[in-house]
C-alpha cells in the first residue's frame, strides 16, 4: 500500500500577524532573549555570558565535579 501524498497546506494565520502578537503579548521578554553560546538555544540576555539553562546546569554541575576532586589530589 502506498501512502496519499498530502500537499502542503498555507497557513491558516499570516506569519506577519503572529510575529505582531507575540510582540504585544510578550514586549519584554522578546527583548531579553538572544542565544545561547554553547548551543544556540534560546536564552535569557542577563549575566556576563548568555547560557541557557541545560548549559548553565552543565557548567555548575562541573564546577562541583572540580571543587569535590581538588582535595582528594591534596
Sequence with gaps: MRRK??????PIVPAELLEQAKRSA??????????C???G???PG???EPLCW????LK?????D???QMPAQE
Excluded: H, N, Y
Design 41 to 43: 538555544a534560546e536564552a
Design 66 to 68: 572540580i571543587e569535590q
Design 60 to 64: 555548575i554541575s562541573a564546577w562541583r
Design 46 to 48: 542577563t549575566g556576563s
Design 26 to 35: 510578550f514586549p519584554d521578554r522578546l527583548k531579553k532573549l538572544s542565544r
Design 5 to 10: 501524498i498530502q500537499s502542503k497546506m498555507a
Design 54 to 57: 541545560v548549559c548553565r546546569r
Design 37 to 39: 553560546t554553547v548551543c
